[in-house]
């Protein structure tokens, strides 16, 4: 089993910064990679980006160039740094982790533990 902690949410304006946190815990050895997803009001929940445990990350193009992901292996937490932001990125955002490397990175299906979820709304 893998629990996952969000945090990091909150209100923004159009053009600022924010940082989330997924911190693991558990049997964290068996996560292939974290993808971070986010759900509008209405909308199914999207792709945003990943970074496997060998570093390599990946991103949707609506968030290529602003977002940004990176982890601390020490700690156990992956980050989402988010800059530029705009009101389209107001959205539940979630982390999640994948065990069975499929490389489907933007399949919800295939990951296995997921968050609770933080907030982030951005105001125009």
């Known amino acids: 089993q893998v629990q996952l902690v969000e945090s990091g949410g909150g209100l923004v304006q159009a053009g600022g910064s924010l940082r989330l946190s997924c911190a693991a815990s558990?049997?964290?050895?068996?996560?292939?990679?974290i993808g971070w997803f986010r759900q509008a009001p209405g909308k199914e929940r999207e792709f945003v980006a990943a970074?496997?445990?060998?570093?390599?990350?990946y991103y949707a193009d609506s968030v290529k160039g602003r977002f940004t992901v990176s982890r601390d292996n020490a700690k156990n937490t992956w980050y989402l740094q988010m800059n530029s932001l705009k009101p389209e990125d107001t959205a539940v955002y979630y982390c999640a982790a994948n065990i069975n490397y499929s490389g489907r990175y933007s399949f919800t299906r295939d990951y296995a533990y997921w968050g609770q979820g933080t907030q982030v709304t951005v105001s125009s």
């Open positions: 970074i496997r445990s060998s570093g390599g990350s």
């Open positions: 558990g049997r964290t050895f068996i996560i292939n990679y």
